[in-house]
């Protein structure tokens, strides 16, 4: 008895796949949809490569308020 494995679609699958998304979207739209896709995948990444990096902004803004508080507490 052989186990079914479940990953990447092969070979075949994937010639159905490309057919059926041929199909659905015709020839002359899917490199409109390829671009987009592309654009859409580029926007995510840098979405979050900022979401990791620390926020200099922030940081400057937080040290001038706490700058701030420490001269109020001197007066």
Known sequence: MQTLAIGMPGGPELLVILFIVLLLFGAKKLPELSRSLGK????????????????????????????????????
């Open 40 to 75: 859409s995948l580029g926007e995510f990444k840098k979405g979050q490569k900022e979401g990791t990096l620390p926020d200099s902004s922030e940081d400057e803004v937080e040290k001038q308020e706490i700058s701030s508080s420490d001269e109020d507490r001197k007066e």
